[in-house]
């Protein structure tokens, strides 16, 4: 279904529903190209609001000079990367709330900031932004609490029972101390230390 001013349609055609969509994408945009071009409607005349499925290699290139808007997958390193960048520069422009539905009273309405930066895909260059939203930010951050006391519970638990344990010699220290250096997360840095207690 292919619509205007948000909900209006104006094309429509069945397709199977077990099709994929990134396949289909490159042969309807043909179809739909001479559709509007009989009505006087110029290739590169219109944008192009899709999906995630858009952002193939096929599609893109089936495209042309049509210009497009649509969600990068998380898939391609170029998100993450443009994500971590905006991230760490911290120069975001406020858009604030966008929602049109009064919000219930247990779960306030999510508030907007986004940062501007370029993605490379299959070689050319694309404007991309990056789009930060306050409900999402809550609950990335209470997912990272949860992580980083998993993390922590983790460590001190395998610290503790090689803390306990006492070694004939000082390989088999080093051998369990290497050992436990390898049990190291992204969320928190150890320090093996070797203690002699002669007898």
């Known amino acids: 279904m292919l619509c205007v001013d948000r909900a209006v349609p104006l094309w429509g055609k069945p397709e199977d529903g077990h099709a994929s969509a990134k396949t289909l994408k490159t042969t309807l945009w043909s179809e739909i190209a001479q559709m509007l071009a009989r009505h006087g409607v110029a290739p590169g005349a219109y944008i192009d609001i899709a999906d995630a499925a858009l952002v193939t290699e096929d ?44 919000p219930p009273r247990h779960r306030p309405a999510a508030s907007y900031k986004v940062a501007e930066r370029t993605v490379t895909l299959y070689g050319k260059e694309s404007r991309a932004v990056v789009i930060h939203s306050s409900s999402q930010d809550q609950r990335r951050q209470q997912r990272l609490a949860r992580a980083i006391a998993v993390s922590a519970t983790t460590l001190a638990a395998a610290g503790g029972e090689v803390a306990k344990q006492a070694y004939c010699c000082r390989a088999d220290a080093a051998a369990a101390a290497e050992q436990l250096r390898g049990l190291q997360s992204r969320y928190h840095q150890g320090e093996v230390v070797i203690e002699e207690h002669p007898k």
């Open 59 to 102: 599609n893109l290139k089936a495209l042309g000079n049509t210009l497009c808007i649509s969600r990068l997958p998380a898939t391609y390193k170029e998100c993450e990367r443009a994500s971590a960048e905006a991230v760490t520069h911290d120069q975001w422009d406020e858009v604030g709330l966008v929602a049109q539905t009064k």
